[in-house]
């Protein structure tokens, strides 16, 4: 089995299992903390407008039909297809495709306008919404739709509850730590069987807003880490893989293996996690609710760009950071418009319980309101 049919056979697996996922999460405890203050079709182009538009058709009612485009990040795509599905099963005019080609081909396609909405892990960049404002004359639209984690998920036989401190999980990401039976490792895991061999580092090969979020942790919490943080870097080590559907499937396959995968992803494929060292030198197991927790008391930015790094929060989990859809000011046709903001709040009201069910951290209401009113600047 070639690269892509790997990664296809992957994807379907996880939609299977998404699909059949019923875990009950306490949404209540999540939510509450986060926001505390404050089909796999080929896109189509979007109708998008450059300057304002007149005489466009009148917004589609309940019973009216729209085709919608969508494409980027891999860190939320077990949620947004399950969003998107359940959305058109209520709402069959409506048909919602979604890519998970990774934030940053998101990101490009948005700029491009091949698509009707694009999907990031990492706020826009300054030159990339100075592209936008070029080409559309106007400001791009970003707004967050859930939360997760990043977590370390490992295939190490015999091995159940893997414990890294943060020594030993910035020298595996840097190629400092090579072998299992590094004393830094072996400290923290007294009892465990562990290895001998070398230490299989698995990352991301495509442009993504997980390695955003991994690789801005590494630079905040790691003081050997020399490779910066951004939706692609030059690894110092290790083996690359495409998406957190890749890089999954390359850790399951691949004995004395580990590399980091949105939380929702090996949750839903049953892969170990390792409980990881956080700022207050807690040992933190990935979850919702500690992933929730990193949110804790952050202020929210006018642009709701929000990262939190490394949380000082005791209870928080350290990789965890907000994933955004990018929308266009204005769209020429008035159905995709209306069926687009119709789409989006659903997703937040009453797709809610479907991203705890998933693994995600729901937004707080007070963010959704924030949200809500970037909405109604589409036109």
């Known amino acids: 089995m070639n ?23 306490s949404m209540a405890s999540i939510a509450v903390i986060l926001g505390l203050t404050a089909s796999g079709c080929t896109p189509t182009s979007p109708d ?51 890519q998970s080609v990774g934030s940053g081909a998101g990101v490009e396609q948005f700029l491009a306008g091949t698509v ?53 999980y910035c020298g595996i990401a840097a190629g400092k730590i090579t072998k299992w039976s590094d004393p830094e490792i072996a400290k923290a895991n007294a009892g465990a069987k562990l290895p001998t061999g070398a230490i299989q580092f698995v990352h991301r090969s495509d442009g993504s807003g997980t390695t955003y979020q991994f690789t801005t942790h590494l630079k905040a919490a790691c003081p050997g880490w020399t490779a910066g943080a951004n939706k692609s870097v030059s690894w110092p080590v ?35 996690m390792a409980a990881i060292e956080n700022k207050s030198g807690k040992l933190i197991v990935p979850s919702p609710e500690a992933g929730a927790e990193a949110f ?34 204005e769209y020429k046709d008035a159905a995709k418009k209306t069926a687009l903001k119709a789409v989006v709040d659903w997703s937040l009201s009453t797709g809610k319980a479907t991203a705890t069910e998933l693994g995600y951290v729901p937004l707080e209401d007070g963010l959704v309101k924030k949200v809500q009113a970037e909405l109604a600047k589409v036109k």
């Open 296 to 329: 804790a008391g952050e202020k929210v930015p006018a642009d709701l760009a929000l990262t939190v790094p490394d949380s000082i929060n005791p209870k928080a989990y350290p990789i965890s950071g907000l994933t955004w859809l990018l929308l266009y000011p």
């Open 116 to 168: 009707d909405f694009g999907a990031t892990d990492a706020p826009l960049k300054a030159e990339e919404r100075v592209k936008f404002k070029t080409k559309y004359s106007a400001e791009p639209i970003q707004v967050p739709m859930t939360g997760g984690s990043v977590v370390f998920a490992y295939n190490l036989d015999g091995v159940k509850d893997l414990k890294l401190s943060r020594a030993a």
């Open 48 to 98: 998008v407008a450059k300057p304002p538009v007149t005489g466009s058709a009148s917004p589609t009612s309940g019973g009216g039909s729209s085709s919608l485009s969508g494409a980027g990040a891999s860190f939320p795509a077990p949620l947004y297809q399950r969003w998107f599905a359940d959305y058109n099963k209520a709402n069959p005019g409506t048909q919602i495709s979604y």
């Open 238 to 272: 290790g083996t690359g893989a495409k998406g957190n559907e890749g890089v999954a499937a390359q850790i399951k396959q691949t004995p004395s293996s580990i590399g980091y995968v949105e939380y929702s992803f090996a949750k839903q494929t049953d892969m170990s």
């Open 3 to 25: 690269n892509s049919q790997l990664d296809r056979s992957t994807t379907e697996q996880l939609a299977v299992r998404t699909l059949r996922s019923r875990r009950n999460v």
